[in-house]
């Protein structure tokens, strides 16, 4: 079945750096553009960045636009957010999810992100 598995969170300091993964398995990976959606405490889901099927093109939140890097690697069935400039308001929920036409049909557990103050 289909699983999709984010890591990397963690607690950070202001203009600090992480990097999430989010493993994919149960399904062809190079074939689905792949989206970050984050959920601050007490807020709703907030669109992150998302990448086409081959990784070279890619679309970014004004939020996070020349901050946050997306990224793919094919052959390992992975995707990547590296998150550089980190503050507080990236306090957050990330999950990963799986584009199918017009809607995301499969998300993951989520990894926290927590920006200290």
């Known amino acids: 079945?289909?699983?999709?598995?984010?890591?990397?969170?963690?607690?950070?300091q202001p203009g600090g750096s992480l990097r999430l993964s989010c493993a994919a398995s149960g399904?062809?990976?190079?074939?689905?553009?792949?989206?970050?959606?984050?959920?601050a405490p007490g807020k709703g889901l907030e669109?992150?960045?998302?990448?086409?099927?081959?990784?070279?093109?890619t679309d970014y939140s004004d939020s996070v636009k020349g901050r946050f890097t997306i990224s793919r690697d094919n052959a390992k069935?992975?995707?990547?957010?590296?998150?550089?400039?980190l503050t507080p308001d990236d306090t957050a929920l990330y999950y990963c999810a799986r584009e199918n036409g017009y809607t995301y049909?499969?998300?993951g557990q989520g990894t926290q992100v927590t920006g200290s103050a």
């Open 47 to 57: 669109y992150v960045a998302s990448i086409n099927p081959a990784g070279g093109s």
């Open 77 to 85: 069935n992975t995707l990547y957010l590296q998150m550089n400039s």
């Open 1 to 12: 079945q289909v699983q999709l598995v984010e890591s990397g969170g963690g607690l950070v």
């Open 105 to 107: 049909d499969y998300w």
């Open 27 to 39: 399904f062809i990976f190079s074939v689905n553009t792949m989206t970050w959606v984050r959920q």
